[in-house]
């Protein structure tokens, strides 16, 4: 800029659109989350804490965080495996793994909803899976297996995703120390896990963690699968507040989006520091 220049004014609009869309509503949410705001009356007044105490008196807060944490572990775990797995058998450059990997890759392009629908057609009594099985098990209707059921569908979208992280990971590994291995006696087994799969933790820690943010954040996989059924046994807090803000509870609803802000940030960033520092370790 002393030059004249000026190039920190092209990153003007952008700023501007990210305080606008971004920083304001967030500030407004943690102050609306203290009022009585809903669309039942005009005024606005401050309540202090009674928004958090009612959530919590009711108990359904709680459940949906419960459902939160295990669906997005389940996510995290199914994703990974599946992802890892994937990137494990298709790193040879040959032209039927080229084929495989854009095959995996298509999911992470389509859209959450459309992806939801589609197994949503597929799992339904008289859908397509059980035709083919010769069932009529509803597998969208336990109460018991389906959160299992929609983490699935949600870690077979975003598994491509896991698997160009893995992959990019095993690829760029130094030829040499494993050369030097196999020069020591190792097996391609034991030079598989205790060389390349520990130089693999960058990959792991950037996997785990947007696959736990990303599954804390979902909203749109579980809505277009169940609405938070059978029995609201899938309501993760984000259906739970979309419900609310229906009802017209602008408070609470918003007082749930900061409890959801606070959960992410107490469980994602020490997860991030421990496998941060598993790294370190390895």
């Given at each position: 800029?002393?030059?004249g220049?000026?190039?920190g004014?092209?990153?003007?609009?952008?700023?501007?659109?990210?305080l606008?869309?971004?920083?304001?509503?967030?500030?407004?949410?943690?102050?609306y989350?203290?009022?009585?705001?809903?669309?039942?009356?005009?005024?606005?007044?401050?309540?202090?804490?009674?928004n958090?105490?009612?959530?919590?008196?009711?108990g359904?807060?709680?459940?949906?965080l419960?459902?939160?944490?295990?669906?997005?572990?389940l996510?995290?775990?199914?994703?990974?495996?599946?992802?890892?797995?994937?990137?494990?058998?298709?790193?040879?450059?040959?032209?039927?793994?080229?084929?495989?990997?854009?095959?995996?890759?298509?999911p992470?392009?389509?859209?959450?909803?459309?992806?939801?629908?589609?197994?949503?057609?597929?799992?339904?009594?008289?859908?397509?899976?059980?035709?083919?099985?010769?069932?009529?098990?509803?597998?969208?209707?336990?109460?018991?297996?389906?959160?299992?059921?929609?983490a699935?569908?949600?870690?077979?979208?975003w598994?491509?995703?896991?698997?160009?992280?893995?992959?990019?990971?095993?690829?760029?590994?130094?030829?040499?120390?494993?050369?030097?291995?196999?020069?020591d006696?190792?097996?391609?087994?034991?030079?598989?896990?205790?060389?390349?799969?520990?130089?693999?933790?960058?990959a792991?820690?950037?996997?785990?963690?947007?696959?736990?943010?990303?599954?804390?954040?979902?909203?749109?996989?579980?809505?277009?699968?169940?609405?938070?059924?059978?029995a609201?046994?899938?309501?993760?807090?984000?259906i739970?507040?979309?419900?609310?803000?229906?009802?017209?509870?602008f408070?609470?609803?918003?007082?749930?989006?900061?409890?959801?802000?606070l959960?992410?940030?107490?469980?994602?960033?020490?997860?991030?520091?421990?496998?941060?520092?598993?790294?370190?370790?390895?």
């Amino acid at each position: 800029m002393r030059r004249g220049t000026h190039p920190g004014w092209f990153l003007g609009p952008a700023l501007g659109i990210l305080l606008v869309f971004f920083l304001l509503p967030t500030l407004f949410n943690f102050v609306y989350a203290f009022t009585d705001w809903s669309g039942f009356k005009s005024a606005i007044r401050p309540v202090g804490f009674d928004n958090f105490t009612e959530l919590a008196g009711n108990g359904t807060l709680f459940r949906s965080l419960r459902i939160t944490i295990v669906y997005a572990v389940l996510v995290a775990l199914f994703q990974n495996v599946f992802g890892f797995g994937l990137a494990v058998l298709l790193e040879r450059d040959t032209l039927i793994n080229r084929l495989a990997r854009i095959f995996f890759l298509l999911p992470v392009l389509m859209s959450a909803l459309a992806v939801g629908y589609m197994f949503q057609a597929l799992l339904k009594p008289q859908g397509a899976l059980n035709a083919l099985i010769g069932s009529d098990y509803g597998w969208l209707g336990d109460t018991t297996w389906t959160i299992v059921v929609v983490a699935l569908i949600h870690a077979w979208k975003w598994m491509g995703l896991s698997m160009l992280i893995y992959l990019a990971g095993l690829k760029t590994q130094p030829e040499e120390l494993i050369e030097a291995a196999r020069i020591d006696g190792a097996s391609r087994w034991q030079s598989f896990w205790r060389i390349r799969s520990p130089l693999l933790a960058p990959a792991v820690t950037f996997n785990v963690a947007t696959a736990l943010l990303g599954s804390m954040n979902g909203f749109d996989m579980v809505q277009a699968t169940t609405g938070g059924g059978p029995a609201r046994t899938t309501e993760i807090l984000n259906i739970f507040i979309y419900r609310t803000f229906g009802q017209g509870l602008f408070a609470q609803a918003t007082t749930m989006s900061l409890v959801l802000f606070l959960m992410v940030a107490l469980l994602a960033f020490p997860v991030i520091y421990l496998l941060r520092r598993r790294e370190r370790i390895l």
